[in-house]
């Protein structure tokens, strides 16, 4: 049964300075393909990592993205986080609310294992 | 424009030195980078961050065609008139990005897009455009990162990750600087966080503060009320917002006590649920504060001119993004005009876009009409949006290639050094080109 998270998109080194390097190179694909997971959700998921997941967003789009389990206490039980990028843009609604900016941080998905 | 066209090529193989060159990745705007070129190469980037680092050296003289007409190499002129062509042909033609375009260059698009009553944008609408409808609504209170450097002792970041998004920030202005009225450094402020994530950041703070997903403005608010006594009942606030009411009941003592408070706010506040609503209770606290102390707020802004897009645009419009010319005159609307909005509801039916990625950034109905519709794009890498575009320039880089004028995310204006020449031409010699053609054909003389 798919379970629903919270969706941070977010910044990170790498993506940053994979932005500078290059959009089409390996650390710059790798970081924003790559899905944060907190460490007891996976256990008790029976996730491992490199794992491959599909989530869903809240307007039905689909992702398939791998997984790798946060470090440490970053991530609160319930919350994914993911480097901003192609994945998060996809999750991401064309409605903005009469803002100008979609919600693009604290979506739920659903997350099943694939 | 004499900054932007100055030649500075050395001979082959030597070595220069370009002291106090000015790092455009991020809204920090560092002015204090020594360059060592060799060979239209930057092979060292002293006092950079791992951010400013990577965009030096990985900016070389890219081996690409300096302009693409529908993906095949083709001559700049081409590219120039299939340009104007397109941008005159449509019916709700969009300019876009900006943020990584120096001062200069963003007058002019602002220009073109005023000739062909068109609409622009700035990546502000998908980073702190929030804040700037929170700004109208509420007001800024604010100061130079120098002020915060020299007198701010009570330093909070809500929403925001400056470890990894502006790693300087913490030594060159908001923590580690020993200021004027601060001669300990670090030792004499306090440092608060509030994230829905104990970011790298969180190891910086004195206090860290962790609040539910999307309760940002309950947070926010418990503060205001607190700020005025009125009474709270701890459950409800626990419930709304994840954290203890005794929590925020000392961070409260603590920004009352402080003698210069500032709060640096980021995307957490503005992409999350509530956006506006968000910033405007955030502007609102700032002020709130001013009744027993200073304080101040500022958003920490992403790209290195950004904050040049929202002053140009405000100064040639009176808007600072999301304007519309369709009448003639300047009409400002987020959520209408801004081109997520343009792009998801099929509205625009050509477009330009200068330094920034829709293709990579935005939601999928808008990247899927941007890419059903002629648009140019001017990058200085190839990127999603380059393919996709019908005329594709690539550009020099600003800041390492040309010269000209950013803003530093507190409004202070600061110049380019560049390093080293490019082939390839600037944003401000393709837009001025583009310009020249488009007054020519809509029937501009002068």
């Known amino acids: 049964m798919p379970e629903t998270f919270i969706l941070i998109p977010g910044r990170t080194s790498d993506q940053g300075c994979g932005i500078s390097e290059g959009k089409f190179l390996e650390k710059y694909q790798r970081e924003i393909n790559t899905l944060q997971v907190p460490p007891g959700d996976m256990a008790r998921l029976g996730l491992v990592d490199g794992d491959r997941v599909r989530l869903t967003g809240e307007d039905g789009q689909v992702v398939e993205v791998n997984i790798t389990p946060a470090k440490k206490d970053e991530l609160p039980e319930g919350m994914l986080f993911i480097a901003y990028g192609d994945i998060s843009s996809r999750l991401m609604g064309g409605d903005t609310h009469g803002s100008g900016m979609p919600t693009s941080k604290g979506m739920d998905v659903r997350l099943e294992k694939v | 424009m004499a900054a932007t066209t100055e030649s500075t090529a050395t001979p082959p193989g030597e070595l220069k030195i370009v002291q106090d060159a000015t790092c455009t990745f991020c809204g920090c705007v560092c002015d204090d980078i020594d360059l060592t070129v060799q060979d239209n190469h930057i092979t060292e980037a002293k006092r950079a961050c791992v951010l400013g680092k990577a965009w030096f050296l990985n900016h070389s003289i890219e081996d690409r065609p300096s302009c693409l007409v529908d993906?095949?190499?083709?001559?700049?002129?081409?590219?120039?008139?299939?340009?104007?062509?397109?941008?005159?042909?449509?019916?709700?033609?969009?300019?876009?990005?900006?943020?990584?375009?120096?001062?200069?260059?963003?007058?002019?698009?602002?220009?073109?897009?005023?000739?062909?009553?068109?609409?622009?944008?700035?990546?502000?609408?998908?980073?702190?455009?929030?804040?700037?409808?929170?700004?109208?609504?509420?007001?800024?209170?604010?100061?130079?990162?120098?002020?915060?450097?020299?007198?701010?002792?009570?330093?909070?970041?809500?929403?925001?990750?400056?470890?990894?998004?502006?790693?300087?920030?913490?030594?060159?202005?908001?923590?580690?600087?020993?200021?004027?009225?601060?001669?300990?450094?670090?030792?004499?402020?306090?440092?608060?966080?509030?994230?829905?994530?104990?970011?790298?950041?969180?190891?910086?703070?004195?206090?860290?503060?962790?609040?539910?997903?999307?309760?940002?403005?309950?947070?926010?608010?418990?503060?205001?009320?607190l700020a005025k006594g009125i009474d709270l009942d701890p459950k409800v606030v626990l419930r709304d917002t994840g954290v203890e009411l005794a929590v925020w009941t000392d961070l409260m003592a603590r920004m009352k006590a402080a003698k210069f408070g500032v709060i640096f706010f980021g995307m957490g506040v503005t992409m999350t649920r509530g956006k506006h609503a968000n910033s405007e209770a955030l502007l609102a606290l700032t002020r709130d504060m001013n009744a027993y102390t200073r304080f101040v707020a500022k958003p920490n802004r992403g790209h290195g001119n950004v904050t040049g897009a929202d002053n140009v645009v405000a100064w040639r419009t009176g808007y600072p993004f999301g304007v519309n010319h369709s009448r003639g005159y300047p009409r400002f609307n987020p959520g209408e005009y801004t081109t997520s909005d343009t792009l998801a509801n099929g509205e625009a039916d050509c477009g330009m876009t200068i330094a920034c990625d829709p293709m990579a950034n935005f939601s999928q109905p808008a990247r899927q009409h941007l890419s059903s519709i002629p648009y140019i794009a001017l990058d200085t890498k190839e990127t999603p949006t380059t393919r996709a575009a019908a005329v594709a320039f690539t550009v020099a880089t600003y800041g390492i290639n040309t010269g000209g004028t950013v803003y530093r995310m507190d409004d202070v204006p600061i110049p380019l050094r560049p390093a080293f020449d490019s082939p390839h031409p600037s944003d401000f010699e393709v837009l001025t080109q583009i310009e020249r053609r488009v007054k020519k054909i809509v029937g501009i003389t002068s």
């Open chain 2, 71 to 225: 993906g095949k190499p083709a001559t700049l002129e081409a590219g120039y008139d299939r340009a104007a062509q397109i941008l005159t042909t449509g019916k709700y033609p969009i300019i876009y990005g900006l943020s990584d375009s120096p001062c200069e260059a963003q007058r002019v698009a602002v220009s073109i897009v005023d000739w062909i009553n068109g609409t622009i944008d700035t990546t502000t609408s998908v980073c702190h455009g929030p804040s700037g409808m929170a700004f109208q609504g509420v007001g800024e209170v604010t100061c130079s990162l120098g002020e915060v450097a020299n007198r701010g002792d009570l330093i909070m970041f809500w929403g925001s990750n400056p470890a990894e998004s502006h790693p300087r920030h913490f030594t060159k202005y908001s923590l580690m600087p020993k200021g004027m009225f601060l001669p300990n450094g670090r030792k004499d402020r306090t440092c608060v966080i509030v994230d829905v994530r104990r970011t790298k950041s969180a190891k910086a703070a004195d206090i860290f503060v962790q609040i539910k997903p999307r309760a940002d403005f309950e947070g926010l608010w418990t503060l205001r009320a």
